[in-house]
């Protein structure tokens, strides 16, 4: 496992450009500048390390995830 990106439960895997959580609920997280570009089709939105915002990077590495849980 990498440790540089963290995979955050977003995904535009189904719709490009509509970026939902894995709840299903439509999000528009903070960007970091430039993202999210699709590069190489990219779908699923990450945290990197040392990195301010968030980028799309592609789907199938293995990086660790963080899970949005909502509270209100
Ligand atoms: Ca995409
Ligand atoms: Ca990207």
Redesign the pocket.
Known sequence: MMWDWAYIGMS??TE??SWVSWTGEIVNPFWAPGM?D?YQ???CASLGLGEIGIN?INCYDTYAFICYKKYF
């Open positions: 535009d895997e490009e450009g999210p699709n089709n990219e779908d799309d």
